[in-house]
Structures are given as structure tokens and as C-alpha cells.
């Protein structure tokens, strides 16, 4: 049984490895939330992020302990093609939100976000303890709600007509996954098997059946986020 930690140094699947960010992963950040296609399908706001917003974005999000944000490398060589995250970690009830943005367009429709996401859960189940994940992704974005679907998220709602782009509205739909969903889905698989994790903060062994006061322990001391 591999070692499982809070905020593992890196998770290994078979085309991607999530690591730590590192203060120099900013300049990808500024190039990818500075790009129009990227910001379409991740912001709320119409246009890509000022260089400012991108620089306190990364400093309270992405590179602070107090944030659950891994970088996407692919396995192969090493190259730094994304980020994912979670925020809103709510230990008492066992839940907290996903977001990913794999920067570089040429690695999309490649299966590195997908898995991304599965080894997120993972951890997020697996290692956390967490009962629920969920996340939003607009209308549009039919890559990422079947990328999202295939891992095994449903939807459950749609925030209708909230978001205005290219001239129209759109949904903003809201899907999430259950613990017991998930370890259907890991048990079709085969025996659970967690990622390889390398520890870093507080060493734990994965064990079967976590409770909510796992992941209470967990965002209490190391990895509370706010916002989305
Ligand atoms: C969304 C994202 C995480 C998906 O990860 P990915 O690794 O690119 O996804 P996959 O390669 O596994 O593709 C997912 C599915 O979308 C399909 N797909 C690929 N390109 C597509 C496109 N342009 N339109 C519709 N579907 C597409 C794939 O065929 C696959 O479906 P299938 O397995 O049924 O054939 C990633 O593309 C990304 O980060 N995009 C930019 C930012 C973003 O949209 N973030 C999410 C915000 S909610």
C-alpha cells in the first residue's frame, strides 16, 4: 500500500504526474491565463487575466500551502503543461471543488487532463477522506464535460442562461462525484490502488473507509482555500 499524505509532493498516473508548483511555473501561468482561448473557457469575465491578477492569482492560489494545487507534467518529459486544484475544502462536510486548466493547447484532447482529474480524485477520496467533489464548467465546453463524465462526474444542475459569450448565454452547469461513485468506478478497475504519492506534509496510510473527520483533520491544519 503506497504512503499517502495531505499534500503530496507528486501523484504518478501513466501519462501524467502532478507535482508541486514551483515559484518559477509563473511565467506559464502568465502565458496561459493571458491567452484568450484559455481565459473563454475558464473565466468568468470575457477576456484573458491582467498580468497583476495572474501574479496574486499564482501567489494565493496556486503556490501557498494553503492551497491544494498541483502542476500537470507529462510523464514522458517532464514538460509543465497545466494546473489543478482544489478549493473550498470544507472538512465538515467532507467536500471541496475541482478546477483544472491544462495551458498548453497543443496537449489538449490528449488524455493528460482527464487523467489529471482521475488522480485528483484519487487523492481527494483515496487520501482526504472527502465525501463529495464538485465542480462547474460551462456550457460550451464539450471537451471538458465529457473529459468530466468520463471520470465518472454527473451532472446536477445547470445555472441557467449565467454566462455571455460570443454573443449569447450559456449554461453553467454544476456536476459533482460521490466517495461511493468513485470507488464503484476504482473497483471496475481492478483492486484500489492509489497514485504513487511522495510525502511531504503530515505521512498518513491510505486505509479504506474514511470519515469526514479525516478530511476535517486534514483541511483544519494544512490546506483550507477560498474561492474558487
Ligand atoms: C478540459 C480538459 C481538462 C480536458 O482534458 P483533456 O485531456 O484535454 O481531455 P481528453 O483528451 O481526455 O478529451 C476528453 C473528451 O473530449 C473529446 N474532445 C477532444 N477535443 C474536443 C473538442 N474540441 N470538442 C469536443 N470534444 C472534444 C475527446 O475525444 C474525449 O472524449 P472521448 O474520450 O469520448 O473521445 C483540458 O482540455 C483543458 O484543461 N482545457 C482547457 C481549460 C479548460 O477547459 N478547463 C476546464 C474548465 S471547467
Request: glycine residues 8%.
Amino acid at each position: 500500500m503506497p504512503l499517502q499524505t495531505w499534500f503530496p509532493e507528486a501523484l504518478a498516473g501513466d501519462l501524467v504526474v502532478l507535482r508541486r508548483h514551483a515559484p518559477e511555473n509563473l511565467e506559464a501561468f502568465r502565458r496561459w491565463y493571458g491567452d484568450p482561448e484559455v481565459a473563454r473557457l475558464t473565466r468568468y469575465q470575457d477576456g484573458p487575466m491582467r498580468a497583476d491578477e495572474i501574479d496574486r492569482f499564482f501567489t494565493a492560489r496556486v503556490i501557498g500551502l494553503d492551497s491544494l494545487a498541483l502542476a500537470v507534467h507529462v510523464k514522458e518529459t517532464n514538460r509543465l503543461i497545466g494546473s489543478c486544484a482544489f478549493s473550498q475544502l470544507d472538512g465538515d462536510n467532507g467536500s471541496g471543488l475541482f478546477h483544472i486548466t491544462i495551458g498548453e493547447k497543443d496537449c489538449w484532447g490528449q488524455g493528460y487532463g482527464t487523467e489529471a482529474t482521475r488522480l485528483m480524485l484519487d487523492h481527494a477520496f483515496g487520501a482526504l477522506g472527502l465525501h463529495r467533489v464538485s465542480l462547474t464548467v460551462f456550457a460550451f465546453n464539450e471537451r471538458a464535460i465529457r473529459s468530466y463524465r468520463k471520470v465518472g462526474f454527473t451532472v446536477e444542475g445547470h445555472a441557467r442562461e449565467a454566462i455571455f459569450r460570443e454573443g449569447q448565454y450559456w449554461d453553467e452547469i454544476a456536476m459533482s462525484i460521490l466517495e461511493p461513485e468513485w470507488r464503484a468506478i476504482r473497483e471496475r478497475r481492478g483492486p484500489i490502488e492509489l497514485p504513487t504519492a511522495e510525502p511531504a506534509i503530515e505521512p498518513t496510510t491510505a486505509a479504506p473507509g474514511r470519515r469526514p473527520a479525516r478530511a476535517r483533520r486534514a483541511v483544519d491544519t494544512s490546506i483550507r482555500a477560498t474561492g474558487t
